[in-house]
C-alpha cells in the first residue's frame, strides 16, 4: 500500500512542529535560571544566598553594542560562615544570549554548597568604566546537554517541515 503523498506530507509538518515546539523549550529551559545576585560593574562586591548545593555560573550581563569591560579576572567567592574560598573555573565553551538590546555571556562556572557567600570582584578601578551599564549575575547553571538537545530538536524540526513542505511537489 503506497501512502499518499499529501498525508505524508501532513504528518511530516505535524512531527516538524511539535519538534519545533519541544527544541524552544529545551533551548528557554537551558538558558534560563532565576537570577541570585545582580551586581553592577561599577561595585566591588555583593552578597547572595545559594537555596541548594550545586553548580552556579556568573553570567556578564548589560546592553549590547556598548563599551565593555577591557578585562575581567575571576571574582573571589567567599562563604560568609566559614570564610573559604570558594574555586572558580573559567568556562569551556562560552554560552552567550542576545535578544538584540540586552546581551549576556557566561564566563565562569563554580560548585557551592547552600548558604551565603560574598562575590568580590579583582579588577583594577582603571579597567571599569565608571557609569558601566554591565552587571554581573549569579545563575544556577544548566546541563550543557540540554542546549545541544534543544539545537538538535530544531534541526530536526526544519528538516521535517521542509520536508513536508516541498513533498507534494515532488
Same mark, same amino acid.
Request: glycine content about 8%; overall charge positive; aromatic content about 10%.
Given at each position: ?10 504528518? !511530516? ?6 519538534? =519545533?515546539?519541544? *527544541?524552544? %523549550?529545551? /533551548?528557554?529551559?537551558?538558558?534560563? @535560571?532565576? #537570577? ?35 578585562? !575581567? ?6 562563604? =560568609?560562615?566559614? *570564610?573559604? %574560598?570558594? /574555586?572558580?573555573?573559567?568556562?569551556? @565553551?562560552? #554560552? ?75
Amino acid at each position: 500500500m503506497i501512502v499518499p503523498g499529501w498525508i505524508l506530507s501532513i504528518g !511530516l509538518s505535524g512531527i516538524g512542529l511539535y519538534l =519545533l515546539i519541544q *527544541g524552544v %523549550k529545551h /533551548i528557554q529551559k537551558a538558558v534560563d @535560571s532565576p #537570577v541570585l545576585l545582580k551586581l553592577p560593574l561599577t561595585q566591588k562586591n555583593g552578597q547572595f544566598d545559594l537555596p541548594q548545593a550545586g553548580a552556579y555560573s556568573i553570567w556578564q550581563s548589560g546592553r549590547t553594542l556598548q563599551r565593555a569591560p577591557v578585562k !575581567l579576572l575571576a571574582p573571589a567567592i567567599f562563604d =560568609l560562615q566559614t *570564610g573559604e %574560598k570558594l /574555586i572558580v573555573h573559567p568556562t569551556f @565553551s562560552t #554560552v552567550r544570549i542576545n535578544n538584540g538590546w540586552e546581551g549576556r555571556i557566561q564566563l565562569f562556572t563554580f560548585w557551592a554548597k547552600a548558604g551565603q557567600y560574598r562575590l568580590e570582584l579583582t579588577i583594577d578601578a582603571s579597567t571599569l568604566n565608571t557609569e558601566s551599564p554591565y552587571f554581573l549575575e549569579i545563575r544556577a547553571r544548566r546541563p550543557g546537554y540540554i542546549l545541544v538537545l534543544g539545537i538538535l530538536l530544531l534541526l530536526l524540526a526544519a528538516f521535517c517541515l521542509l520536508t513536508g513542505l516541498v513533498l507534494p511537489f515532488l
